[in-house]
């Protein structure tokens, strides 16, 4: 592992090391709601839970979070997995908030028992209305002091098939008056009658997330609950009930250090996109992106499609760090640790994004050669791989000028520049058509100056990329701009379905690509040299090859 500082989280996590608790063991958990895919938001958290555990060879282990039905399914809990997975982090156990629930109704009805909890037949709306302020205390229920027995015998009724949905609640009893709104008799369980994934129909009545998570974590023997600063109001309610259930276990200790500890960091934010679930599964639904892994999406799926390497999105992670203040992280700094990673490890390849013809002149017609393309010249033990040169080939629009200025060092009539890996040429015109556009440019070539080669030495200031028009592929390029065209859309009072870019997605279908591209697959890192960063994209078929702008070589954002 690297050297780094310890992020804060660690630091008091050495504290309780140093204090001998939990005998000097660390379990952490990443517990994901499976309703939705993983965006790059939870990659910061998965980071954090597997990477605490790691350093201190404790345990991370997963919990998938479903106790709420209605938008859960195995779809997301598999796609979960797989993207964990190729972020490079594994993980203990899989455990399910859902396997617990057998255990959190028998506490429900151990608190009921203790005068801890009662039946609430109010409506959303009335126990909303009495809560009071922060500052106010809240009114108690009428169904407050209710006798334990009548609790207990609408608990039951509430997890029938019969039970109407929003009819009645349970709620702890704690304090109305508690300047922590959280603490004003909160909710612990509510009827759905929506299949769960895992549990099917067995279940009417399922705990909040506040009567499900400090227990899970109990139960499992978490020893640090790591989560994000909107929990920072939750925790002394997720203290209490593990108070309680410490009590009914029998602990005399309440206050022992058997308890996880809930530590909490800032989320990630980033420009021009959004994180939430609701509008991910938005743009999704209803078609602003082409699905959960569409390219643009901020899902660790999207990313992958896009070219994102895991150890970009790590090193990215890294370089923000763990603090306690919210912040928007700039997507550009993203791009950079895409390109710093991308740089190292992607295969230098030619394709000609913008094609016009370039004839040498002084090539025999039907004559070819093979030549020695460097995979990467950032590492030393590099393997190579052919390109077929050949007397017509495909050069990029942008790179001639008939009429070019002195500091032009790419092809103008008169001037010579490299052919990469092949000779050096020297322009000698062009052909246009009845409008005056460009429809080929000719050159004559050095026959002593490949690479290697005595007569390649001389200095010539600009090289270019080709790729021989008879020995090429078509393909098609998508080029991905910003999703929003706002930095910060959440922040916006416009909804944020205005704010989309109509041009975040351009499709370029006139691209040349060399041959050796065809054996490419996804997960392959390219670099179409002096463009960017690509990959294949899996709409790819045997006789239309597709690829994704992973980002470009530099930041065209910057100003
Ligand atoms: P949403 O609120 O949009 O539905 P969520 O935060 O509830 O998403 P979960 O599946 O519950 O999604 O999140 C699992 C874990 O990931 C939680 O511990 C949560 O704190 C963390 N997490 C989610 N979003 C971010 C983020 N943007 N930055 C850091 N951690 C995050
Ligand atoms: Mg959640
Ligand atoms: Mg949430």
């Given at each position: 592992?690297?050297?780094r500082s310890?992020s804060?989280v660690?630091q008091?996590?050495e504290?309780?090391l140093?204090?001998?608790?939990?005998?000097?063991r660390?379990?952490?958990r990443?517990p994901?709601?499976?309703?939705?895919y993983?965006?790059?938001?939870h990659?910061?958290?998965i980071?954090?839970?597997f990477g605490?555990?790691?350093?201190?060879?404790?345990?991370?282990?997963l919990?998938?979070?479903?106790?709420?039905?209605?938008?859960?399914?195995?779809?997301y809990?598999?796609?979960?997995?797989?993207?964990?997975?190729w972020?490079?982090f594994?993980?203990?156990?899989?455990y399910y908030?859902?396997?617990?629930?057998?255990?959190l109704?028998?506490?429900?009805?151990w608190?009921?028992?203790?005068g801890?909890?009662?039946?609430?037949e109010q409506?959303?709306?009335?126990?909303?209305?009495?809560?009071?302020?922060?500052?106010?205390?809240?009114t108690p229920?009428?169904?407050r002091?209710?006798p334990?027995e009548e609790s207990?015998?609408?608990f039951?009724?509430?997890?029938t098939?019969?039970?109407?949905e929003?009819?009645?609640?349970?709620r702890a009893?704690?304090?109305?008056?508690?300047?922590?709104?959280h603490?004003?008799?909160?909710?612990?369980y509510?009827?759905?009658?929506?299949?769960?994934?895992r549990?099917?129909?067995k279940w009417?009545?399922?705990?909040?997330?506040d009567?499900a998570h400090?227990?899970?974590?109990?139960?499992?023997?978490?020893?640090h609950?790591?989560?994000?600063?909107e929990?920072?109001?939750?925790?002394?309610l997720y203290?209490?009930?593990?108070?309680?259930?410490?009590e009914m276990?029998?602990?005399?200790t309440?206050l022992?250090?058997?308890r996880p500890?809930q530590?909490?960091?800032?989320r990630l934010?980033?420009?021009?996109?959004?994180?939430?679930?609701r509008?991910?599964?938005?743009?999704?639904d209803?078609?602003?992106?082409?699905g959960?892994?569409d390219?643009?999406m901020?899902?660790?799926?999207?990313?992958r499609?896009r070219?994102?390497?895991?150890?970009s999105?790590?090193?990215?992670?890294?370089a923000?760090?763990y603090?306690?203040?919210?912040?928007l992280?700039d997507?550009?700094l993203?791009?950079?640790?895409?390109?710093?990673?991308?740089?190292?490890?992607a295969?230098r390849?030619?394709a000609v994004?913008?094609p016009?013809?370039l004839?040498i002149?002084?090539?025999?017609?039907?004559?070819?050669e093979?030549?020695e393309?460097?995979?990467?010249p950032e590492?030393?033990?590099?393997?190579k791989?052919?390109?077929t040169?050949?007397k017509?080939?495909?050069?990029?629009r942008?790179?001639?000028m008939?009429?070019?200025?002195k500091k032009?060092?790419r092809m103008?009539?008169?001037?010579?520049?490299?052919?990469?890996?092949?000779?050096?040429v020297?322009?000698?015109?062009c052909t246009?058509?009845?409008?005056?556009?460009?429809?080929?440019i000719?050159?004559?070539y050095?026959?002593?100056?490949?690479?290697g080669m005595?007569g390649?030495?001389?200095?010539?200031?600009g090289?270019?990329?080709?790729?021989?028009?008879?020995?090429?592929?078509?393909?098609e390029?998508r080029?991905?701009?910003?999703?929003f065209?706002v930095e910060?859309?959440?922040a916006?009072?416009?909804?944020?379905?205005?704010l989309l870019?109509?041009e975040s997605l351009?499709?370029?279908n006139e691209?040349y690509?060399e041959?050796y591209l065809?054996?490419k697959k996804?997960?392959d890192y390219?670099q179409f040299?002096?463009?960017?960063?690509?990959?294949l994209d899996?709409d790819?078929?045997?006789?239309?090859?597709?690829f994704n702008?992973?980002?470009?070589?530099?930041?065209?954002?910057?100003?």
């Amino acid at each position: 592992e690297e050297k780094r500082s310890l992020s804060f989280v660690e630091q008091l996590v050495e504290e309780d090391l140093a204090k001998g608790k939990n005998g000097g063991r660390i379990q952490t958990r990443f517990p994901p709601e499976p309703n939705g895919y993983l965006h790059i938001g939870h990659a910061k958290a998965i980071c954090m839970d597997f990477g605490v555990a790691e350093h201190y060879n404790g345990i991370c282990n997963l919990r998938f979070d479903d106790t709420n039905p209605s938008k859960e399914n195995n779809e997301y809990v598999e796609n979960i997995l797989n993207d964990i997975s190729w972020l490079g982090f594994k993980w203990g156990n899989i455990y399910y908030a859902s396997d617990y629930f057998e255990k959190l109704w028998d506490f429900a009805v151990w608190m009921i028992k203790k005068g801890l909890a009662y039946i609430d037949e109010q409506s959303a709306e009335e126990i909303a209305a009495q809560k009071g302020t922060p500052t106010t205390a809240g009114t108690p229920s009428p169904y407050r002091d209710r006798p334990i027995e009548e609790s207990l015998a609408l608990f039951e009724q509430m997890n029938t098939p019969e039970a109407v949905e929003g009819s009645m609640v349970l709620r702890a009893k704690l304090d109305m008056a508690n300047p922590n709104m959280h603490f004003r008799d909160p909710i612990m369980y509510r009827i759905i009658h929506i299949p769960h994934h895992r549990t099917g129909t067995k279940w009417n009545a399922y705990p909040m997330y506040d009567f499900a998570h400090g227990q899970s974590d109990y139960f499992e023997g978490v020893t640090h609950s790591i989560c994000t600063l909107e929990f920072v109001p939750h925790r002394p309610l997720y203290d209490k009930f593990v108070d309680f259930l410490k009590e009914m276990d029998g602990s005399d200790t309440p206050l022992d250090d058997n308890r996880p500890r809930q530590i909490e960091f800032n989320r990630l934010n980033l420009t021009y996109t959004v994180m939430s679930k609701r509008k991910l599964h938005q743009l999704v639904d209803e078609h602003f992106v082409n699905g959960w892994d569409d390219p643009r999406m901020p899902t660790i799926c999207g990313m992958r499609r896009r070219g994102y390497s895991p150890e970009s999105v790590r090193g990215f992670i890294d370089a923000i760090g763990y603090t306690k203040f919210d912040a928007l992280n700039d997507v550009a700094l993203l791009e950079a640790s895409v390109r710093e990673d991308l740089n190292k490890r992607a295969t230098r390849v030619s394709a000609v994004v913008n094609p016009v013809k370039l004839v040498i002149t002084n090539y025999p017609e039907g004559q070819t050669e093979e030549m020695e393309a460097i995979d990467n010249p950032e590492d030393e033990n590099s393997a190579k791989h052919t390109i077929t040169f050949s007397k017509n080939l495909w050069i990029e629009r942008d790179d001639f000028m008939e009429d070019a200025p002195k500091k032009f060092f790419r092809m103008a009539p008169g001037k010579e520049v490299r052919l990469k890996n092949a000779y050096i040429v020297m322009c000698t015109g062009c052909t246009k058509d009845a409008e005056g556009n460009i429809i080929e440019i000719q050159a004559e070539y050095d026959a002593n100056s490949k690479s290697g080669m005595e007569g390649a030495n001389r200095k010539v200031k600009g090289t270019l990329h080709w790729v021989s028009a008879d020995h090429c592929l078509k393909a098609e390029v998508r080029e991905y701009d910003r999703l929003f065209n706002v930095e910060n859309p959440s922040a916006d009072e416009r909804d944020f379905l205005e704010l989309l870019n109509p041009e975040s997605l351009k499709i370029n279908n006139e691209v040349y690509v060399e041959k050796y591209l065809a054996e490419k697959k996804p997960g392959d890192y390219l670099q179409f040299q002096r463009i960017g960063y690509f990959m294949l994209d899996p709409d790819t078929t045997s006789d239309h090859l597709i690829f994704n702008k992973t980002v470009g070589l530099k930041d065209t954002w910057a100003k």
